[in-house]
């Protein structure tokens, strides 16, 4: 534990001293994805130490490709994404949401990095037996996570902020920028505020979306948060004719389904989409309690939420089991569940307080924080800069962006990372979840403040007319 310690705290310095990687030689590649349009760019490979105290060490390869510009001569800073998670690949958030980008990339060049352990970047995997964390019993989740850590291609210790910081900063040096513009989404804004702590000469402006705070301390907070978004939903639902009266009571509904799965899971048979066979799958309280969470995230999946529930309510479960195997899958192929582990072990979890939150009157109860706990009962403490958990001042321009009803990164993270800044703004998309660049009018504002990044200037009153997805009344969607 001493010499894990000393790791731990000494990688200011470990980090800091490194030489200047030539220049980057890039080749024309496609970026690609499963049901995606693959996209056109120029791509990479930047060596780095896997230690970087040892510098003459294994060495691992960090993906990157440019995404030109649509015009010949672009703006000579571009914009590098920084995708969340923790555990999400920058070149699959792109690819996913690529046309929220494409005001900006009429005039500049979208970088992106692969942080390291996602995507191309020596992805960490491990095999998770039927669903993911959330879903499995906390107290199965130390020998499932022994058994990842003995697979893993990868020391975990050098997967963190810190050092993902540093590979950041060796980019931009290979790619000769004197400064480049940040986009950083939910744990995205972390790696930004970092980096902008670090290395502040080298940004120019950065665009936080779905704020992480530098010192809060993800996990205890989510149940609260998540309840406070599925309460803003239940409410807009009540204030609607239509949708109070064809879902009355959702409240109550839930609570209704959660008593009904505390004792044991349901046994759900289900159409495979592709076969037509019958499908049969395990629906548990941990199920119900990750769907609402992750369908939260959106207005567009929380306009089914009402809908989903209700439907369950009255005994057909399929829906809302179907919902959440899709959904789980889909971040479970979209993250790397280690490198997530890495961050969260390090930065996270031992930063959680000694006093139990109180989580009663929050549908997901304590089973994030039982999950993280059991997860972090084995997984090893990373490398950490010791200023990474503290707040910091900066005058460099930054534009803050949160979702009314974000479930994990909600209004008040914003408002608290901007009482640093001298020289932000913060926008709140009224009713929107988590993540705000691709909500209708954002792209052309995102576009606006790289062109003049002086927050004060930017006229967002469009902001102001967009509004949440109108909620599913039957399957065939909406009312007319």
């Known amino acids: 534990m001493a010499a894990r310690r000393a790791i731990w705290l000494s990688l200011t310095v470990l980090v800091a001293p490194h030489a200047t990687p030539a220049p980057l030689a890039t080749e024309d590649c496609r970026?690609?994805?499963?049901?995606l349009p693959t996209i056109s760019a120029q791509c990479a490979t930047v060596s780095v130490p896997e230690n970087p105290a040892?510098?003459?060490?294994?060495?691992?390869?960090?993906?990157?490709?440019?995404?030109p510009s649509l015009n010949a001569a672009?703006?000579?800073?571009?914009?590098?994404?920084?995708?969340?998670?923790?555990?999400?690949?920058?070149s699959d958030l792109y690819l996913g949401i690529r046309?929220?980008?494409?005001?900006?990339?009429?005039?500049r060049d979208i970088i992106l990095l692969d942080q390291r352990g996602t995507g191309r970047s020596n992805t960490l995997r491990c095999e998770l037996d039927d669903g993911g964390v959330e879903t499995t019993d906390p107290a199965a989740l130390p020998a499932v996570m022994a058994e990842c850590l003995a697979d893993l291609d990868g020391d975990p210790r050098f997967y963190t902020t810190s050092v993902a910081t540093a590979d950041l900063e060796r980019v931009r040096e290979a790619l000769e920028l004197d400064a480049w513009n940040i986009y950083g989404v939910s744990y995205g804004t972390r790696v930004a505020l970092h980096y902008l702590r670090r290395f502040p000469q080298h940004v120019?402006?950065?665009?936080?979306?779905?704020?992480?705070?530098?010192?809060?301390?993800?996990?205890?907070?989510?149940?609260?948060?998540?309840?406070?978004a599925l309460d803003l939903a239940f409410a807009r639902c009540a204030d609607e004719p239509e949708c109070s009266a064809r879902f009355p009571d959702l409240s109550l509904r839930l609570e209704t389904l959660t008593t009904r799965l505390s004792?044991?899971?349901?046994a759900v048979q289900l159409p495979d989409p592709y076969a037509g066979t019958p499908l049969d799958r395990s629906f548990s309280l941990l199920h119900l309690k990750s769907?609402?969470?992750?369908?939260?995230y959106s207005p567009q999946t929380v306009a089914l939420l009402p809908l989903l529930i209700t439907e369950a309510y009255a005994g057909n479960y399929g829906p809302v089991t179907a919902q959440a195997y899709m959904m789980i899958d889909e971040v479970e192929a979209g993250l790397s569940v280690p490198m997530h582990n890495s961050v969260v072990c390090t930065e996270d979890v031992p930063f959680f307080t000694q006093q139990r939150p109180d989580f009663s009157g929050a549908f997901l109860g304590s089973s994030i924080v039982d999950a993280l706990l059991a997860v972090c009962s084995v997984w090893p403490r990373g490398l950490m800069d010791e200023d990474l958990k503290t707040t910091f001042g900066s005058d460099r321009p930054v534009l803050l962006l949160s979702g009314e009803a974000d479930p994990i990164t909600p209004p008040e993270y914003g408002l608290r990372v901007l009482s640093s800044l001298a020289n932000a703004r913060h926008l709140i998309g009224p009713g929107q979840g988590h993540g705000q660049v691709g909500v209708g009018c954002v792209p052309r504002l995102l576009r606006a403040f790289l062109d003049d990044p002086e927050p004060a200037n930017l006229d967002a009153r469009c902001l102001e007319q967009e509004r949440p997805s109108p909620f599913f009344l039957d399957f065939n969607g909406p009312a007319p």
């Open 99 to 107: 046309g929220a980008f494409e005001h900006v990339r009429r005039d």
């Open 263 to 266: 004792d044991s899971p349901l």
């Open 204 to 228: 120019r402006a950065v665009v936080l979306d779905g704020v992480v705070p530098p010192d809060v301390a993800l996990g205890p907070a989510i149940a609260a948060n998540a309840q406070e």
């Open 31 to 35: 970026l690609s994805s499963p049901w």
């Open 74 to 90: 672009p703006q000579l800073d571009p914009l590098v994404l920084i995708a969340g998670g923790p555990g999400q690949a920058a």
């Open 54 to 67: 040892e510098p003459d060490g294994r060495r691992i390869g960090l993906f990157v490709a440019r995404v």
């Open 291 to 296: 769907v609402i969470r992750l369908m939260s």
